[in-house]
């Protein structure tokens, strides 16, 4: 009976290990595109991001309902335990990654329907650098990789620094561009919002470091001995 309780409670593990990697691969999709609709200003694909966001709320809201009835029902301990607090927090980092997709679509809306400054910023860089971040977060949550979760924690403050340097040059070109606020109001928030997209892959990288270590590593030092 024990063995078979057993094989059932790993079952359902299997499951949500599933379950996590299927939104993880959702998520991905609507940042790479959202990613897209920053560079080519592309209002359409910013409302496909923006009406397909329900999806990834469902697949939220159905794997922490999954996580607590393991929870109430198994009463799991040490790694199994472990495992199931990791994914409910990474399950939510997904989440509101998906929100901060959306965020930038609906920001691309709106510059869309603006007359474009002679001012851009790019941010293809910031993009892809947190594109990076959200895929090894992720593999390195496949792979229960600690040098692939450590380096994304690492690489965080390269895109903090991008959004600084958009901070300071969209602020000049407020100056100079008065008629344009509105316009650069939005380009600024689209670094706000690729900054917290990184800042939610690197809680990913550290719940997977968790996961390996048994430590809670935010915010401390990471020190491997």
């Not at 999806?55 to 939220?60: F, L, N, Q, V, Y």
């Not at 939510?92 to 990654?97: K, Q, T, Y």
């Not at 709106?110 to 001012?119: G, M, Q, T």
Request: charged share 35%.
């Amino acid at each position: 009976m024990k063995k078979m309780i057993r094989k059932h409670f790993a079952r359902e593990l299997e499951k949500i290990k599933k379950q996590i990697l299927s939104l993880g691969a959702k998520v991905e999709e609507q940042v790479r595109m959202a990613t897209q609709a920053v560079e080519a200003h592309d209002a359409e694909l910013a409302k496909q991001i923006i009406k397909s966001d329900f999806e990834i709320d469902e697949m939220e809201v159905e794997i922490e309902e999954e996580c607590l009835k393991i929870l109430a029902l198994h009463q799991p301990v040490a790694v199994d335990l472990r495992f199931l607090i990791a994914v409910i927090k990474i399950n939510n980092d997904l989440e509101r990654i998906g929100d901060q997709a959306v965020n930038i679509a609906e920001r691309v809306d709106v510059i869309a329907k603006l007359d474009l400054s002679e001012f851009f910023f790019d941010y293809t860089a910031m993009g892809e650098k947190v594109q990076d971040m959200l895929k090894m977060s992720l593999d390195a949550l496949v792979n229960m990789d600690y040098d692939t979760a450590y380096s994304v924690v690492m690489r965080d403050d390269e895109v903090d620094q991008i959004k600084v340097d958009a901070y300071d040059r969209i602020k000049q070109a407020m100056s100079k561009h008065p008629d344009k606020i509105g316009y650069l109001i939005n380009l600024l928030l689209i670094s706000r919002h690729l900054e917290r997209l990184a800042d939610h892959a690197t809680n990913i990288a550290e719940e997977v470091i968790y996961l390996i270590e048994g430590e809670i590593v935010r915010h401390a030092a990471y020190n491997r001995e």
